[in-house]
């Protein structure tokens, strides 16, 4: 009753803010108010003319409330008024000794810069503040943008300069976002490394600051820009949090910091390390979009707010996309060893299961028998493939599926034709060594003719052959980022304009070949950001397809993105760690977000072969619920010995629980499930994958799902349920 108060309460709030206008001006007090379903934000110009921010959390309706900004009196001689205050973007100059969202040098050598408001303009959900410099026409243009019935608030900064002599940029953030003054707050962020991305980390924030970023020159395993900060009493299904994601593939940092004087600031856009951007007389640098928002609900809700939002405003097509086919791919069943036999075999084998993609990885190009060779020959092996690719893809399409080819245009081996064409493509240093990493060298995207280089052999393939799909790999970082047929001052421009280039590539081929979808890879997660999602259908979320592990691996994935856009593929045992998961349990953790198949089908047996076209056949029935639904992480992997999450159709009318157990001790049963997201005076027809089910009614109300749950029976290790509720009509 208590929940369904609540709730109550929360739709008519939602209501009011869903009614009150997105974008609120008081001029009087000039103050702003930024509104969504969930969450509003506000900012004021003081008497100075410093934008400084007022207020972020649930959604207020009314701007006349907010108090005007005011300026703040000095604390000491060493605790400034700067200090004390909230500006929405800071310069570095005057007393400011956070961490500035824009530091630049001029001609002269002079680098002090304070902004002041200049003029706004507003127009349907957007706003744009034009802040300038006390003294020099250095303006920068902040970009608001409200997503009202997401609960998104998208902020960018465009720094201007229309001075007479150029400047050199030396950080351009896209937006700093103030918490409400307060202390105890903790935050949450995904770290990891190859094979072991999107671990959840959850920790304290104290006086000082944290440094999220990649210096790699893809988003990188090893951080995801995503976070998410709590009061400290936030769960999966309570508190307050408040998130934030940027989109960038490239250098990108995020900086959480908290003052002396209890506040919590994050800061982020493009790395500051080893950032050098030089803007000419009348020259721009347009920052990436950071999106952020607020739930009252919890890490759970936090995470749904921004899976929708993923789907319906970032993603290509949004809401008119398709849902994810059944993909299967060859790599770890063939590796490099393709031939068109052998892919015919495979693709005859994977139509029978229900496959609807068949996508044939690494090997098919080039001297590409295994990775020292053949990276930037991008023309089919004739002795693999004599009939070229069209002799694969007919037969493939024949088969009822569409076909899809595995890339790595940013890629070089010295041993390549394009290598030996062209070795000043390769990223390097005059005169010092150039890192081999898996054997491949970088191309140095941000040159203008290595981007046509690789927008023309991408759109040829595209052309001559019927590729549904492309798979876009990126096998190492950056390194050595030398570019030396640029002046010396726009030589750091690569950081940016690699990136730039390689959007460039993707919003082109998208342009021309509308059918083509493409699956964002970087040797697993390493390039999964909301700058890629914009351009692709798919990211594969790590290299690890062993099923434990992945269970951890998606929890994290899943805090910043949708299951939509997770690929995952059941695999070959034993896998990593030498594990050995039963197939139902591989098919149950991969049926989570997009279903792919990465097995040797040859080696299936008849057993397999039955349970696989089951449950592809089960994964066709509950996709657009997994991929479209609402997800609820009721138990997490990372404690106890029981995962399971629950997925609830958009229409309400479907919901799926799937339920994990690694490792039963004392011959305990598992605790009740308590479902979510479920209409309480509604009936819901059971279905249980595997008898596992305890309850027996064939029906139950969505009130006893919700308060007393269902419970089922998972023995031993690595035990694994799926249960399918249906809403009686
Ligand atoms: C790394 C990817 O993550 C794998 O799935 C596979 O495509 C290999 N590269 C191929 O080299």
């Known amino acids: 009753m208590r929940h369904l108060a609540s709730s109550l309460l929360l739709a008519s709030l939602s209501a009011f803010a869903l009614a009150a206008q997105p974008i609120q001006y008081v001029e009087s007090r000039k103050i702003f108010l930024l509104t969504t379903r969930d969450s509003s934000y506000a900012m004021g110009v003081d008497l100075n003319g410093e934008l400084q921010h007022l207020y972020w959390g649930a959604a207020l309706w009314r701007a006349d409330d907010l108090p005007a900004a005011v300026p703040r009196r000095e604390l000491s001689s060493f605790d400034p008024p700067a200090m004390l205050e909230r500006e929405e973007f800071a310069a570095w ?15 002269d050598g002079n680098r002090d810069v304070v902004l002041r408001y200049l003029s706004h303009t507003m127009h349907d959900n957007a706003l744009d ?33 229309r001075t007479a002599k150029p400047l050199m940029l030396e950080s351009a953030q896209s937006a700093t976002w103030n918490l409400p003054a307060g202390e105890g707050y903790q935050l949450t962020y995904l770290t990891g490394r190859w094979a072991a991305e999107t671990q959840v980390n959850h920790e304290a924030i104290h006086q000082g600051m944290k440094v ?28 307050s949090v408040w998130f934030g994601a940027l989109g960038w593939s490239g250098n990108w940092r995020i900086t959480v910091e908290q003052t002396p004087y209890r506040q919590v600031r994050v800061t982020g856009g493009l790395n500051t390390f080893d950032f050098a951007y030089p803007l000419k007389a009348g020259e721009s640098l347009d920052t990436p979009a950071f999106y952020a928002g607020y739930s009252a609900h919890g890490f759970g809700a936090a995470s749904r707010l ?12 949004g809401l008119t996309s398709r849902a994810r086919p059944v993909l299967y791919n060859s790599w770890e069943a063939t590796t490099f060893n393709v031939t068109e036999i052998g892919q015919k075999q495979l693709a005859d084998t994977a139509a029978k299961l229900g496959v609807e993609l068949f996508v044939m990885d690494d090997g098919w190009f080039g001297k590409r028998n295994n990775d020292r060779a053949g990276l930037g020959d991008w023309t089919v092996n004739p002795q693999k493939f004599p009939q070229g690719l069209k002799g694969l893809i007919d037969h493939v399409n024949s088969l009822g599926m569409d076909f899809g080819l ?24 005059p005169d010092r060594p150039r890192s081999e990493l898996r054997n491949q060298m970088v191309l140095n995207l941000a040159r203008n003719d290595v981007r046509e280089y690789i927008f023309g052999f991408l759109d040829k393939l595209a052309t001559e052959n019927n590729i549904k799909y492309f798979k876009w790999d990126m096998n190492r970082p950056l390194s050595e980022p030398g570019w030396e047929d640029q002046p010396v001052t726009d030589q750091r421009k690569l950081w940016v304009d690699y990136v730039r280039n390689l959007y460039d590539i993707l919003d082109r081929l998208r342009a021309k070949h509308p059918k083509l979808e493409i699956e964002s890879c970087s040797g697993g997660g390493g390039r999964v950001d ?42 070959d045992v034993p896998n990593m760690n030498g594990r050995s998961t039963p197939l139902q349990y591989r098919f149950l953790v991969a049926m989570q977000g997009a279903l792919g198949i990465g097995a040797n089908l040859n080696k299936f ?27 609820y992480r009721l138990y997490s992997p990372r404690n106890g010995d029981i995962a399971a999450n629950q997925y609830v159709a958009p229409d309400s009318r479907q919901s799926v629980l799937f339920v994990f157990r690694h490792s039963q001790e004392y011959s305990t049963a598992p605790p009740a499930i308590h479902l979510q997201g479920l209409d309480p005076r509604a009936l819901y027809r059971l279905e249980s994958l595997d008898n596992k089910l305890v309850e027996r009614q064939p029906q139950l109300s ?3 799902l919700m308060q007393a749950g269902l419970n089922v029976t998972l023995r031993g290790d690595f035990d694994s349920t799926a249960v399918i509720l249906e809403k009686v009509q």
């Open 406 to 429: 595995w890339v790595e245009p940013e890629m070089v081996n010295p041993d390549s034709d394009l290598y030996r064409a062209h070795p000043g493509w390769a990223i390097h240093f």
């Open 212 to 239: 999220l970023e990649s210096r790699k020159g893809h988003t990188s395993h090893n951080i995801n820009p995503w976070f998410a900060i709590d009061a400290g009493d936030a769960g999966e299904d309570h508190g």
């Open 93 to 107: 100059g005057g007393t400011r000794y956070y961490e500035p969202a824009l530091k630049l040098t001029r001609a």
């Open 702 to 704: 969505g009130a006893y």
């Open 306 to 317: 921004l899976h929708r939002f993923e789907r319906e405003q970032i993603a290509p097509g």
């Open 605 to 631: 047996s008849a057993e397999d072969t039955a349970m696989a076209t089951k449950m592809v056949a089960t994964y066709k029935r509950i996709r657009n619920t997994v991929q479209l639904g609402d997800l």
């Open 129 to 161: 503040i034009t802040l300038k410099d006390i003294r020099d026409d250095i303006q920068v243009v902040l970009h608001y943008r409200v997503y009202p019935d997401y609960g998104i608030l998208e902020r960018s900064a465009t720094i201007v300069n």
């Open 530 to 571: 909301l700058g890629i999602l914009r351009r692709v259908e798919e990211v594969w979320a790590s290299d690890n397809t062993e099923a434990f592990d992945r269970l951890r691996i998606q929890e994290g994935f899943t805090q910043a993105y949708a299951p939509k856009f997770m690929s995952a593929w059941v695999t």
